[in-house]
């Protein structure tokens, strides 16, 4: 039984370790990102929180994060950027593929624009469209919903 507790402590120390060095990389990487009030200006939007989410066909984190946009996108406001990914038709191919339908803008110039270098990378505005959060790598679906929320207040 002390094998099996001291084991399950060991799992837990590691899995905070990991979560900390985790989010320092994505903040590291965040860094670059654009920092100025919402850049796109032919969007038409609320007056809600925002989260904008570049994302890949070809990146497979994205896709392992896809069911955490979809999810999100039920209950707020989505918008989500799909870098290099081919034609309209090739990514809402990928989207019914995967089931999914989330509002997506095919990339001309937004990651260029925002300067994103990593995918996925989600960025998160408050109601005024001021950034409050951004994310690189994967987000679980708690992490969107408690950020979302926070920026909806």
């Given at each position: 039984m002390k094998k099996l507790q001291h084991s399950l402590k060991e799992i837990i120390i590691s899995l905070i370790i990991v979560t900390i060095i985790?989010?320092?990389v994505s903040y590291y990487r965040s860094l670059s990102v654009n920092h100025e009030k919402f850049p796109i200006q032919n969007i038409q939007l609320n007056d809600q929180a925002l989260m904008v989410h570049f994302w890949a066909t070809w990146c497979p984190i994205c896709k392992?994060?896809?069911?955490?946009?979809?999810?999100?996108s039920k209950h707020y406001n989505v918008l989500t950027v799909a870098v290099e990914s081919g034609?309209?038709?090739?990514?809402?191919?990928?989207?019914?593929?995967?089931?999914?339908?989330?509002?997506?803008?095919?990339?001309?110039?937004?990651a260029q624009k925002f300067n994103i270098q990593v995918f996925p990378t989600t960025i998160i505005y408050d109601k005024n469209k001021n950034m409050i959060f951004t994310e690189v790598g994967y987000t679980s679906t708690f992490g969107l919903y408690l950020r979302m929320w926070w920026a909806n207040l």
């Open positions: 985790l989010n320092i392992i994060e896809a069911p955490n946009i979809q999810q999100i034609s309209d038709e090739e990514i809402q191919k990928y989207l019914d593929k995967n089931n999914l339908d989330f509002k997506v803008i095919n990339d001309k110039q937004y």
